[in-house]
């Protein structure tokens, strides 16, 4: 093609009224399988011995499934092995060892000695890393001490004992590895015969964040996210009370099949979100709830601890109101029942903090109508993004709504959740590690930018493992980044605040797709330009609005370092940085020059400019 057939003219003049906000390229976590877990920093799965369970959602069923189960271990030829769901500290059951065929109950004397226990495999550790082990255990007849090993194939890394009584108790100790494992195994033992009863196991490296991995959160941080939300399917089902207070008195419950942890909690959500500078979205359940259990939520995290909800959080160690702004009403919900309550919601909210932003459901006209003169923000869900056609009719479609039903009133769109899919269970999943997802989330970003008057919130879905959809992948010890996570970093990192004009009738089908920007100080002019195609494009740039002279632009490409020509590469730990972005310089003689876009690129070209 042509390169001075539909050249590129950037001007100075704002695309519209808005400015990009940085909330655009948030980020959504949520109670899905493993989502949360493979965030948080804990080392043991089902400490509160509840039973795993698979997930109801599906990627590839043979690999899916990475929880490490607790298991017998020892003599097992002479234990008992069961839940007792009578003695319990926390959750359904504890986990009980009767060895000399004894019980929880009046100890039976008899029997030879023998070692038993449980173990759980799967353990990473590292030297130089101290892990804090916390358990609650209580026994009958038993002796000796109970110990506990880090350990693999008769190697003993690190050990500590404990005196157990006939009382719970709760018991900690610090193990520091005397090497690095991927696949360590914790065995808690006791020399029987005797009972000994175990709940509330934790094994948490010292190095996490609030009990966050550090990898993640240094990921998480460097990502910029604005804003990130915590919502999803299980908040119209979880009880959120159960996620705040002391570990031993938490609820542990099971999201799309998969059991989740009682650490990481709401309070731990928006700690999270602090650490890394973001701003917290809480979605506040509707089903089954009434106003004043928004009411009390709200309180809760945003109180004076003088208030009865904020008085419970001083209780729970966090005297100091969290302030969250941001506020949804249900998750994907809606119908008449909906609209006529979600008003009553809103002034719930309100009541319990005046300054509170928030936001809809699903938009309509009824939810318009019920809850237009409290909202801020009304939140479609895209998952269609590559057909952005489509994303855009259903951004103007909603605008018309609202001037038809909240005239006067400057309601945003806020896309709670957005990817290419929500669904594709199975193999096809992997669509979203590609290189091809990135490119259609990138354009989906210059879309938003287009449209910053209208969308200021923006959450990705979803941060972490998910399925193929997090942008952060991890295991028990490492984790890589997938090319939309980079897409993403390059927008939230690099983009000015104000969308540029480009000059001329330019068709949407001639590549590359282009967003200009403009920095807060109206001096550099960012360039964002995809190019979905299997062949390179050559187009024209004029940025001669911002001064005639050339120079040496910094440029920033994401695309195949391999260069096999294919959309569907991805990322992997053995090749963490396939698709990842590389910086050079590019020199242009004057302010309009030629430039070539490669195939299957996101290329972003920063263009310093007089004022």
């Known amino acids: 093609?042509?390169?001075?057939?539909?050249?590129?003219?950037?001007?100075?003049?704002?695309?519209?009224?808005?400015?990009?906000?940085?909330?655009?390229?948030?980020?959504?976590?949520?109670?899905?399988?493993?989502?949360?877990?493979?965030m948080w920093a804990e080392k043991l799965h089902d400490g509160s011995f509840e039973g795993l369970s698979p997930y109801d959602f599906v990627y590839l069923k043979e690999t899916d499934f990475q929880e490490k189960p607790w298991y017998p271990s020892g003599a097992t030829n002479r234990a008992e092995y069961t839940r007792d769901h009578e003695t319990k500290v926390d959750g359904d059951a504890c986990q009980k060892v009767a060895s000399a065929g004894q019980r929880c109950g009046p100890a039976v004397a008899g029997g030879p000695p023998c070692t038993v226990g449980i173990s759980q495999d799967g353990i990473a550790i590292r030297r130089g890393v101290a892990c804090v082990l916390s358990v609650y255990l209580r026994q009958e007849g038993v002796e000796s001490p109970v110990r506990v090993r880090l350990h693999r194939e008769g190697k003993v890394y690190a050990s500590c004992e404990f005196r157990a009584t006939g009382e719970w108790k709760r018991y900690q100790a610090r193990l520091a590895p005397s090497r690095t494992e991927a696949d360590a195994t914790l065995a808690i033992e006791f020399r029987g015969p005797g009972t000994l009863c175990v709940d509330c196991a934790s094994l948490m490296p010292e190095d996490a964040v609030g009990g966050w991995r550090r990898d993640v959160v240094d990921a998480l941080r460097a990502l910029k996210p604005g804003i990130i939300r915590f919502g999803g399917s299980a908040t119209e089902y979880f009880e959120w009370r159960d996620t705040v207070g002391p570990l031993e008195q938490r609820k542990a419950f099971r999201a799309w099949g998969g059991l989740q942890p009682t650490g990481p909690g709401l309070e731990e959500f928006v700690q999270l979100c602090r650490v890394v500078d973001a701003e917290p979205l809480i979605c506040v359940r509707f089903t089954g709830r009434t106003p004043q259990d928004a009411f009390d939520q709200v309180q809760y995290f945003n109180g004076a601890p003088?208030?009865?909800m904020g008085a419970l959080?001083?209780?729970?160690?966090?005297?100091?109101?969290?302030?969250?702004?941001?506020?949804?009403v249900g998750n994907e919900v809606g119908g008449a029942d909906y609209e006529a309550k979600l008003a009553d919601f809103c002034r719930a909210i309100r009541e319990a903090d005046p300054s509170a932003k928030l936001l809809s459901s699903f938009p309509t006209p009824g939810v318009i109508r019920g809850g237009g003169a409290f909202l801020d923000h009304v939140c479609p869900h895209h998952y269609a993004i590559a057909d952005l056609a489509g994303a855009e009719r259903d951004l103007a479609a909603i605008g018309s709504m609202l001037r038809e039903g909240a005239p006067g009133r400057a309601i945003k769109v806020g896309v709670t959740e957005w990817n290419t899919t929500a669904g594709d269970a199975g193999p096809r999943r992997a669509m979203l590690w590609t290189l091809a997802n990135a490119l259609a989330c990138s354009r989906y970003h210059n879309l938003m930018h287009r449209h910053c008057d209208a969308v200021e919130i923006a959450n990705r879905s979803n941060l972490a493992n998910s399925f193929c959809s997090g942008i952060i992948q991890t295991d028990s010890h490492r984790l890589y980044l997938t090319p939309t996570y980079y897409a993403q970093q390059l927008y939230a990192t690099l983009a000015g605040s104000r969308p540029l004009r480009l000059d001329g009738d330019l068709p949407a089908n001639i590549a590359p797709d282009v967003s200009a920007t403009l920095s807060p100080r109206g001096d550099v002019v960012t360039l964002f330009a995809v190019n979905d195609g299997l062949d390179p494009v050559t187009r024209m740039l004029d940025l001669s609005a911002f001064g005639d002279a050339g120079q040496e632009a910094a440029v920033w490409t994401l695309g195949d370092r391999e260069h096999a020509g294919e959309p569907d590469v991805t990322n992997s730990f053995g090749k963490p940085k396939r698709i990842a972005p590389v910086r050079s310089t590019f020199h242009a003689p004057s302010a309009r020059f030629a430039y070539r876009f490669p195939a299957l690129s996101l290329t972003v070209i920063r263009w310093k400019g007089a004022r």
């Open 1 to 38: 093609m042509d390169p001075s057939a539909h050249p590129i003219k950037v001007t100075r003049d704002p695309l519209c009224a808005g400015e990009i906000s940085p909330f655009q390229y948030g980020q959504f976590v949520e109670y899905l399988c493993n989502l949360v877990p493979s």
């Open 306 to 308: 003088d208030t009865r």
């Open 313 to 328: 959080r001083a209780r729970n160690g966090h005297p100091e109101p969290y302030r969250v702004r941001y506020w949804q």
